[in-house]
T-cell receptor, first 114, second 115 residues
Framework: AQTVTQSQPEMSVQEAETVTLSCTYDTSESDYYLFWYKQPPSRQMILVIRQEAYKQQNATENRFSVNFQKAAKSFSLKISDSQLGDAAMYFCAYRGSGNTPLVFGKGTRLSVIA | GAVVSQHPSWVICKSGTSVKIECRSLDFQATTMFWYRQFPKQSLMLMATSNEGSKATYEQGVEKDKFLINHASLTLSTLTVTSAHPEDSSFYIC???????????FGQGTRLTVV
């Protein structure tokens, strides 16, 4: 079974600084998708960024970018120019090919210090 | 992105009663819907996967007779917690997907409190 590991239960960053959240996963599949979701206090799950495993280029969405290392099965999220609104729980998630559900890591709680 | 509406946002019920949670895809047809449960300060745990017109597939350890899932149409799935007990109190989240290789969108979740 696929597993997703987030080794940082909590992280903090100064406003306007950069922070990197770590994620590793385990799978025997070659075709899969990786995601980072943000869950603010409202608990609405918000997609931050996604990466298709077959793409070598790292995904980028404005201030959010990933470092996808397929051989190492690593998928870290970098948040640049951190803002107070970035404070939330961040979940790394994996989805295999086909009609399969998301598998989530345990999450990292990010605090942004003004 | 597409919109998934979950209702109610919160509900309080008495022990022994049943409560139904609805998950609707408002602007797309959801061939597959997923139901998750989230305990405080924990991650999302998959309860079951439902495909329109088929019986739901439950994860190991999830009681199918207690958590009844119906996905009778392409825009609506329901989760009914039967004979609820305080230990069923939790945050329940649905997500819906239009097709195999499409994005899954999440409802806003339902906070269930059983007293």
């Amino acid at each position: 079974a696929q597993t997703v590991t987030q080794s940082q239960p909590e992280m903090s960053v100064q406003e306007a600084e950069t922070v990197t959240l770590s994620c590793t996963y385990d799978t025997s599949e070659s075709d899969y998708y990786l995601f980072w979701y943000k869950q603010p206090p409202s608990r609405q799950m918000i997609l931050v960024i996604r990466q298709e495993a077959y793409k070598q280029q790292n995904a980028t969405e404005n201030r959010f970018s990933v470092n996808f290392q397929k051989a190492a099965k690593s998928f870290s999220l970098k948040i640049s120019d951190s803002q107070l609104g970035d404070a939330a729980m961040y979940f790394c998630a994996y989805r295999g090919s086909g009609n399969t559900p998301l598998v989530f890591g345990k999450g990292t709680r990010l605090s942004v210090i003004a | 992105g597409a919109v998934v509406s979950q209702h109610p946002s919160w509900v309080i019920c008495k022990s022994g009663t049943s409560v139904k949670i609805e998950c609707r895809s408002l602007d797309f047809q959801a061939t597959t819907m997923f139901w998750y449960r989230q305990f405080p300060k924990q991650s999302l745990m998959l309860m079951a996967t439902s495909n329109e017109g088929s019986k739901a597939t439950y994860e190991q350890g999830v009681e199918k007779d207690k958590f009844l899932i119906n996905h009778a149409s392409l825009t609506l799935s329901t989760l009914t917690v039967t004979s609820a007990h305080p230990e069923d109190s939790s945050f329940y989240i649905c997500s819906a997907r239009a097709g195999v290789n499409t994005e899954a969108f999440f409802g806003q979740g339902t906070r269930l409190t059983v007293v």
